[in-house]
Structures are given as C-alpha cells and as structure tokens.
C-alpha cells in the first residue's frame, strides 16, 4: 500500500518560504505521479503542484505559477514543494497524494488520486 508522510508546514509572514517534504512509501518502482493538494477552512481541495516521475512533467494552477516549484530526490521517492513570496490565501492544510501507478498523467480533480497523506498545516501571517 502506498503511504505518504507530510512535513515542513508551520507559521511564516507574508512574503516568506517554506519548503514542505513528502516521503512516500509503498510504490513499487520510481515512476509514479504525486501532487501537492491544499484545503483552506471552508473551500474545496485544490491542487498546487504535481509532478510525473516518468518524464518529469509538471503542473501548477494559476495562483501558485512562479512561486511554488516542486521537485524530487533522486530516489524519486521524496517529494518537495518549494513555497516562495507567500501570501495569507495561501494559507491551508497541504496534502500529498499520488495516482494509482498504472497512470501517468498529472490531473488537477483530486478524485483522481488514489493515495493521501495526512496533511500538514501552512499559516502565513500578514
């Protein structure tokens, strides 16, 4: 079963970074598709950043374009968002998820991954 662990979220001012980590577990090779998702009270999940390990596509929405970056270890097996000039809207709890390892393709529905991490809260002070 493919598990994800979360960390680096915490309490940063507007304008600041963080950089929020997830080590994944369970996948059977090094390709495989992982997505950061964020939640904010009230609002619906929303995807911020995914990346395809088998030919290093990525994906990011509008909001975060420019300043969000993800990326890989070399094992491919941890993956990190980069956070950069951050904002109070971008305040959230942020999810790691994957896809079920027979698919490929970076997708922005979250009822299409099939595997999440418990999530880690990011707060940004304005």
């Known amino acids: 079963e493919v598990q994800f662990a979360e960390s680096g979220g915490g309490l940063v001012q507007a304008g600041g970074s963080l950089r929020l980590s997830c080590a994944a577990s369970?996948?059977?090779?090094?390709?495989?598709?992982v997505a950061w998702f964020r939640q904010a009270p009230g609002k619906e999940r929303e995807i911020v950043s995914c990346?395809?390990?088998?030919?290093?596509?990525?994906l990011y929405p509008d909001s975060v374009k420019g300043r969000f970056t993800i990326s890989t270890d070399n094992t491919k097996n941890t993956v990190f968002l980069e956070m950069n000039n951050l904002k109070p809207e971008d305040t959230a709890v942020y999810y790691c998820?994957?896809?079920?390892?027979?698919?490929?393709?970076?997708?922005?529905?979250?009822?299409?991954?099939?595997?999440w991490g418990q999530g880690t809260q990011v707060t940004v002070s304005s």
């Open positions: 998820a994957g896809r079920d390892p027979r698919l490929v393709y970076c997708v922005p529905r979250s009822e299409l991954y099939d595997f």
């Open positions: 369970g996948f059977t090779n090094d390709e495989h598709v």
């Open positions: 990346i395809s390990t088998i030919d290093g596509s990525t």
